[in-house]
T-cell receptor, first 111, second 110 residues
Framework: NAGVMQNPRHLVRRRGQEARLRCSPM?????VYWYRQLPEEGLKFMVY????????ESGMPKERFSAEFPKEGPSILRIQQVVRGDSAAYFC?????????FGQGTRLTVV | SQQGEEDPQALSIQEGENATMNCSYK?????LQWYRQNSGRGLVHLIL?????REKHSGRLRVTLDTSKKSSSLLITASRAADTASYFC??????????FGKGTRLSVIA
């Protein structure tokens, strides 16, 4: 049973480009969470999804950011027209009940 | 909003000593969890304590929870250099996302 898989591990984008971050949850997990971590900081909640539904997106910026978790395939966090301030590590976690399992993260660098 | 707040922000100890980290939170919780993060890596779940529990052990880890003070502590006994990492507490209140604190950076010096 593979853990939570995120790809790519590292992503470099120029300002104005789009970034797509993928997360495959653990087998059987239907809950997916996305978090953002700035250097020397904790994890900031962005969005909570279940299959085909956004449950809580209170931590997601209103513009340029979107997330989905389709019936088939991985969850996608999409950042349009990236800016330097979007540079961070983005972590995905999945859970069945209470314990959350984290992926290794995608480190986005906007140049 | 940030729920858990860890204290201290950074801690440096000698190998073999015990390390104690604290976490305070603001609202009622169902569970409190501790995670570890090695530099540049994802988070690893360490231990979960439910709101009706007061103390829990796992190997060299001991977690306490005081719901009246809305606080928890994580004790690592006989620390090792490999324990060097950032430690985060996270709380949940039922079917809600985990809310993390900013973490305690632990350095264990050999």
């Amino acid at each position: 049973n593979a853990g939570v898989m995120q790809n790519p591990r590292h992503l470099v984008r120029r300002r104005g480009q789009e970034a797509r971050l993928r997360c495959s949850p653990m087998k059987g997990h239907s809950h997916v969470y996305w978090y953002r971590q700035l250097p020397e900081e904790g994890l900031k909640f962005m969005v909570y999804l279940q299959k085909e539904n956004i449950i809580d997106e209170s931590g997601m910026p209103k513009e340029r950011f979107s997330a989905e978790f389709p019936k088939e395939g991985p969850s996608i966090l999409r950042i349009q027209q990236v800016v330097r301030g979007d540079s961070a590590a983005y972590f995905c976690a999945s859970s069945l009940n209470t314990e959350a399992f984290f992926g290794q993260g995608t480190r986005l660098t906007v140049v | 909003s940030q729920q858990g707040e860890e204290d201290p922000q950074a801690l440096s100890i000698q190998e073999g000593e015990n390390a104690t980290m604290n976490c305070s939170y603001k609202t009622s919780i169902n569970n409190l969890q501790w995670y570890r993060q090695n530099s540049g890596r994802g988070l690893v779940h360490l231990i979960l304590i439910r709101s009706n529990e007061r103390e829990k052990h796992s190997g060299r880890l001991r977690v306490t929870l005081d719901t009246s003070k809305k606080s928890s502590s994580l004790l690592i006994t006989a620390s090792r250099a490999a324990d060097t990492a950032s430690y985060f507490c996270a709380t949940d209140s039922g079917n809600t996302p985990l809310v993390f604190g900013k973490g305690t950076r632990l350095s264990v010096i050999a």
